[in-house]
């Protein structure tokens, strides 16, 4: 899977507060809670953010609540893969539930600037920032992992799998 897309950039320890405010929890819609991503922290983000964009942060990305809403209202909004020095362990798992594709790509997240355009492969965990030629490698995700962001998430993966 070859995704192709423009940077937007956060720091250490983005909650999912912070990714989906609380106040926004009564509902479930994807779009609902997409009109709403990153609000708190980037107002421009839902008003600028284009089908196909790359969110890139820094450590412990998702930390905070264990809801769902937060990796939702990312994928809703458009973003096609999240890039971090680390991520949150639940948020990891939900966001693989529902399937938006993560790589953890350790300190060269440091490298990548908002406004940046990545080209980023999936399968074999290569990030090219194509703004500055520089190529960064991330373990990529299991071979399942991939089949289940291909299906959407693991209901998807999971349907499919029984015919």
Same mark, same amino acid.
């Not at 405010?21 to 009109?35: D, S």
């Not at 990153?38 to 600028?48: C, R, T, W, Y």
């Not at 949150?88 to 529902?98: C, E, K, L, V």
């Not at 990545?118 to 399968?123: A, G, I, T």
């Given at each position: 899977?070859?995704?192709?897309?423009?940077?937007?950039?956060?720091?250490?320890n983005?909650?999912?507060?912070?990714?989906?405010p609380?106040?926004y929890?009564n509902?479930?819609e994807?779009?609902e &809670?997409a009109?709403?991503?990153?609000?708190?922290l980037?107002?421009?983000?839902v008003?600028?953010v284009?089908?196909g964009?790359?969110?890139?942060a820094?450590?412990?990305? *998702?930390?905070?609540?264990?809801?769902?809403?937060?990796?939702v209202?990312?994928k809703?909004?458009?973003?096609?893969?999240v890039?971090?020095?680390?991520?949150?362990?639940i948020?990891?798992?939900?966001?693989?539930n529902?399937?938006?594709?993560l790589?953890?790509?350790?300190?060269?997240?440091?490298?990548?600037?908002s406004?940046?355009? &990545?080209?980023v492969?999936?399968s074999? *965990?290569?990030?090219?920032?194509?703004s500055? *030629?520089e190529?960064?490698?991330?373990p990529?995700?299991?071979g399942?992992?991939q089949?289940?962001a291909?299906?959407g998430?693991l209901?998807?993966y999971?349907r *499919?799998c029984r015919?």
């Amino acid at each position: 899977m070859i995704l192709e897309g423009t940077v937007w950039k956060y720091g250490d320890n983005v909650d999912t507060d912070v990714i989906i405010p609380a106040r926004y929890l009564n509902t479930a819609e994807p779009k609902e &809670l997409a009109a709403h991503c990153m609000e708190d922290l980037d107002p421009s983000f839902v008003g600028k953010v284009k089908a196909g964009d790359i969110m890139v942060a820094e450590k412990n990305f *998702g930390c905070g609540s264990s809801r769902e809403h937060a990796p939702v209202a990312i994928k809703a909004s458009g973003i096609t893969c999240v890039i971090a020095q680390s991520f949150a362990r639940i948020f990891y798992r939900n966001a693989i539930n529902i399937g938006l594709p993560l790589l953890e790509l350790g300190d060269a997240v440091k490298q990548i600037r908002s406004g940046d355009s &990545l080209r980023v492969d999936l399968s074999t *965990g290569t990030v090219e920032n194509r703004s500055t *030629g520089e190529v960064f490698s991330a373990p990529p995700l299991p071979g399942f992992i991939q089949e289940i962001a291909k299906a959407g998430g693991l209901v998807n993966y999971v349907r *499919g799998c029984r015919g």
